[in-house]
């Protein structure tokens, strides 16, 4: 459609939607900004005790240097990795797990109680154990981050996959499949976004395992750097890790945001009608 | 004319906690080949059960199903189920889904792909062969599911209120429009209905169902003195309002 066709009205609804927008995002950045700025004045001028609140100037400095000599790398590089291999084996196992709840209502209901309870158990009281059990390793510390997420990953899979329409796998039976199809052809496919959505919030559950993890069982990672600059007193390392966390979390879940973006793309159909 | 499908002295009931319900009573009857039967029955009085006992979902709890003169189980009959919605999957485009079963019962080859092709074209689909179901208007899903089910080739069709779920005006022309492609194609079919005007336009013969536990009241041959047979023409001819009232009175007067 050319320019001219647009009347008005739709202009003008285009334009406040535009300054709405605008609005929105000047708004986000002037908050980080303002804090960021009031913070270095604050320390700048010892209205707060800069030695334990450290102050924004210092922490991109200790960053600069970090990256120069190199280590930076090594310890976001060692998080990273961890993070990525449990959440990987958490989808799997995840998928795996609730797929033979799934095909199985005995199995499923025996089990349910036992997984409701490791659900709602708090994991960082499994980490020492884990440490003893599989020493102070790379080890723990994968399974640490999955033992956070991998629980309820399953718990809400399988609820997906039950809650699918019962007349589609009705479907199923009568073109003459049978409960394999009814998996392959209906309950996998149209779980799809709830997988998705799942793994959207594993890749932050793992996160927080890797960095218990860490504090436990580690000699590099940033949760490693966290502990080590607390007991230091290297304050500037302390937030500069946690900053970096956050970044990363940030990425990480964006990767996923942009893997559910390209199957809604791919099945766009779906979310234009009904 | 053989018969394709005989029922004999069926009873079935549902099991839950709160105790049993009897859903058919001593039902029988059979279907002649190239038949086309109407079932109507009041509201949840076991209609759809019929079919599914005739799929091999669920197994009576006493008496025998015959297809084709052999029992249900490891019998070579190929048997189409149209249910209420058309249930096409959002994640495969109208072709994909019209393939579903072929995929499923490994049929799968350049012959049935052609086929599937040929039959869209020839249900006016052609064109949303690539097309996402929700795309489609509801009397074109419905037509898709019967391609779905078409392509299998099956010798007798379930129909479970297939068109139940259409508004009025499309119902109309859809329910024609699909009764028309089963004359055409020759196919013994069996429409489970509560709609008695839909019933009298497209069936040879009307069975009609008491309230639960379902008994087979009465089997009302429907014929018309019509040059072209065709479900529109039935409901213009005098003797539909004649049928139309005998449905109506068989399935309010319990005894």
Not at chain 1, 138 to 166: H, N
Not at chain 1, 190 to 203: C, D, E, G, Q
Not at chain 1, 233 to 246: N, T, Y
Not at chain 2, 18 to 37: H, R
Request: proline share 3%.
């Amino acid at each position: 459609m050319s320019k001219s066709t647009v009347s008005t009205a739709q202009q003008n609804y285009l334009n406040r939607l535009r300054a709405h927008r605008f609005i929105v995002w000047f708004l986000r950045v002037a908050i980080l900004a303002g804090f960021l700025l009031l913070w270095e004045y604050t320390a700048a001028k010892d209205i707060i005790d800069s030695f334990i609140f450290c102050c924004p100037s210092r922490i991109a400095k200790c960053f600069l240097e970090m990256t120069k000599d190199g280590s930076i790398f090594l310890h976001i590089g060692v998080t990273l990795y961890e993070t990525v291999i449990s959440f990987a084996l958490v989808t799997l196992v995840g998928i795996l797990a609730a797929v033979l709840l799934w095909c199985s209502r005995k199995c499923s209901e025996v089990l349910d109680p036992y997984l409701v309870v490791l659900n709602s158990l708090p994991k960082s009281a499994l980490a020492p154990l884990l440490i003893v059990w599989l020493g102070a390793n790379r080890a723990t510390i994968i399974v640490a981050g999955m033992s956070v997420a991998i629980f309820g990953s399953i718990l809400s899979l399988y609820t997906s996959f039950t809650t699918v329409d019962e007349e589609k796998i009705k479907l199923i039976y009568t073109l003459r499949g049978g409960r394999f199809h009814a998996l392959t052809k209906v309950v996998l496919p149209s779980s799809i976004p709830a997988i998705i959505s799942n793994m959207k919030v594993n890749i932050g559950l793992c996160l927080v395992g890797v960095i218990i993890g860490e504090f436990l069982a580690a000699r590099s990672g940033l949760g490693y750097l966290i502990i080590y600059s607390s007991q230091v007193f290297k304050m500037d390392w302390l937030l500069m890790s946690i900053v970096l966390l956050c970044i990363m979390a940030m990425g990480l879940y964006a990767l996923i945001g942009g893997l559910e973006k390209l199957y809604l793309k791919k099945y766009s159909a779906n979310y234009v009608n009904e | 004319m053989e018969s394709i499908l005989e029922f004999n002295h069926i009873n079935y009931a549902y099991h839950t906690l709160e105790g049993e319900t009897k859903a058919l009573s001593d039902i029988t009857f059979s279907v002649a080949n190239g038949e086309f039967v109407a079932i109507v029955g009041p509201s949840g009085c076991g209609k759809s059960t019929l079919l599914s006992l005739i799929c091999g979902l669920i197994v009576p709890e006493s008496g025998w199903i015959h297809l084709n003169g052999k029992p249900l189980n490891d019998n070579p009959t190929s048997i189409g189920y149209m249910l209420q919605h058309d249930h096409l999957f959002e994640w495969r485009t109208v072709y994909h889904n019209v393939l579903l079963g072929l995929e499923i019962q490994h049929k799968l080859s350049n012959k049935t792909r052609q086929k599937a092709k040929k039959l869209l074209e020839s249900y006016g689909l052609g064109a949303f062969a690539d097309s996402r179901p929700s795309q489609l208007s509801g009397g074109m899903r419905q037509r898709a599911a019967l391609v779905r089910t078409l392509v299998l080739d099956p010798d007798i069709l379930l129909l479970d209120e297939p068109f139940s779920a259409l508004d009025y005006q499309t119902r109309l022309t859809v329910g024609d429009d699909i009764g028309q492609i089963l004359r055409n194609e020759k196919k013994t079919a069996i429409l489970v209905t509560h709609d008695l005007s839909e019933a009298v336009s497209l069936a040879d013969r009307v069975f009609v169902l008491t309230k639960r536990p379902a008994t087979l009241k009465t089997c009302v041959p429907v014929t018309f003195n019509l040059t072209a047979d065709t479900p529109m023409n039935r409901r213009n001819a005098p003797e539909f309002k004649h049928y139309f009232n005998l449905l109506w009175k068989e399935l309010n007067h319990d005894e």
